[in-house]
């Protein structure tokens, strides 16, 4: 089947994108991105701890994979920048995903300062995908201001609890010309599912994987998870069917 | 990007084919659709859909109660000039036509502008004939300035015009745009509109959307049904109703249903869209678009219009006089740019319109300056 | 001479970033130097010179959502 996903002039067939937070070993890095077929993954960016050993998370990636550098850390868009510059810089091309976070109680993005690096980035030839609080006005904002596609989140970062801003994420997909990636909240893969059900292009999917007893194995559910749901959303279920109750017939008077 | 690359998509498509090859559950599987797409709205344009009627005006019904409640806006025309340079071979102010030629003075508008005040109604739709070297954009931006001193509510029926002097009309008070492409189709609209610089049709086709990018509220659309297939008429209007819907989500966008009746020219329509293709048409596209707009003018008889009440109209004209300056005093020899079949005065439109069990809307917004 | 290496105040005998990161036992190509504010390619790395009050921070990438 010809589906393919364009993002920033690069082409995905496999639509679930995985993280490489949270693994307890990275050796299950590649095993996972080999069982879900996930062709891009993220990665951030930390100061060195000099006191620990330093293991190389890039090692742990096949060279065929698109690499996602976050700006995780963040509280504004200045910092957010300032990462996405020194990733570019460090060789890890040109995709950057934007996560500011000032809130530390649920972990929500801050759209404002989201939208000005986003901007920025955008105008320096970065293929931005920011992470976000779903508001369509804001989508639109987004569009305009050079984003390559909207990672609007399911719900809280690691919550697991799946598709709660369903109706607004619906309609961002209906009415927003870019990808739009759901990211964030996902916690099982039916809720990977009923994002591709609905016309999410993507989903991003990191904890939910990565804390499984069985990574590899998870990373495979979610992968067949969200082919399921882009095909049924390509064959285009049926709908249930709506009876409406007039009491008295309205076009009588063309007889 | 323009609608006329969302035209090009369809140079090729077998609309007699596909129009003839839809069932019946075809039609049904549309009517139910959530969230149905261009397929649908041929589904529910096509022949087959005739015999679903019934099923349509229910769902109309509906989606239009769920969208605009029991509310029906009111609008009046005022035709301030009929001087024209256009061609159009159906119309009654078409340049050659011997008619007398009227333009109001700004005295002249006032006075009408008073007259239709007393109406209630808060909604003025302004029309000149298309003249621009006679009554031009120097003639229409100090009456726009007179009126928007009685109506917080003008929209404009006159000539296609650029962004740039629709932005300008803005600030001058209006905020609504009607425009008809009259025909979609490129070789009936070069027939009918043989000279004048509406026979440009790319200038007029993309005249709505400059009117959403200038900032309008509101953008009235149609075709007039009679000079093309009814059926591909009404389905190119519905896909350039759903872009400019889609492109502007600031913009209300609405949809008029104008049938040709007896005018000036004589002109026999080549094409005749039937009262049950009439409601075929209004149903499907409040099912297609259920946050549209459907505008029905005086253009259609009483009783049919009362009719429609319930099929998923949201806007009227009442009270309508067609002839330039007719509210204040009418002449004997003047001549309307179409012929009225609903006679009725806004008073009795305004109680019809409760007796059925609906609210007329005589003022819907002002904008704050 | 006194440097701030990852914001914290470091002595150092290093004379240039290259030195530097061979001192701290790092993997020169796992790692990433911002020097005063910008980001140092690698191959300059030799030929930046490190002087008294410098800001660098040395940053690699590690596993994140």
Known sequence: MNDILKIGGREFTNRLFTGTGKFRSRSLIPEMLKASGSEMITVALRRVDFDAGNENILEFIPKHITLLPNTSGARNCDEAVRIARIAREAGMGDFIKIEIITETKYLMPDNDETLKATKILAAEGFIVLPYVMPDLTYSYKLV??????????GSAIGSNRGLKMKEIIEMIIENIDLPVVVDAGIGRPSQAAEAMELGADAVLVNTAISIADDPVGMGRAFSMAVQAGRLAYLARMGEESKTANASSPLTGFLR | MSFLHELEKYENFDFEGYFNS???????????????GANDMLNLL??????FLEEMAKRSHLLTMQYFGGTISLYIPLYISNYCSNGCVYCGFSAGNKIPRKMLSMEEIETEALSIKKTGIKHLLVLTGEAEEKAGFDYIKPAIELLSKHFPSI?????????????????CGVDGLTVYQEVNDRTIYAQVHPFGRKSDYNWRLECPERGAKAGFRLINIGALYGLGDVRKEAFFNAMHAKYLDDKYPDTEIAVSFPRINHSEGNFKPQHRLSDRSFVQFLTAFR????RVGLNVSTREKADFRDNLLPLGITRMSAGSITSVGGYAESEEDDVPQFDISDNRSVT?????????????????????K | MEIILNGISYRTNSESIFGLITEKGLNP????VEFNGSVLKKEFWKDQTIAENDRIEVLNFVGGG
Do not use: H, R
């Open chain 2, 348 to 368: 009795e439109t305004i109680s019809m319109i409760k007796q059925k069990g609906y609210q007329p809307v005589l003022k819907d917004w002002e904008m704050i």
């Open chain 1, 144 to 153: 305009d201001a050079g984003a390559a596609a909207v990672m609007p989140l």
């Open chain 2, 155 to 171: 929209s404009v029926e006159m000539f296609p015009m650029s962004t740039e002097q629709y932005a300008e009309l803005k600030k």
């Open chain 2, 22 to 36: 839809v069932t019946a559950d075809d039609v049904k599987k549309s009517i139910g659709k959530e969230k149905p």
């Open chain 3, 29 to 32: 190509s796992t790692v990433v």
């Open chain 2, 287 to 290: 099912i297609f678009l259920p």
């Open chain 2, 46 to 51: 096509s022949p087959a859909a005739e015999e």
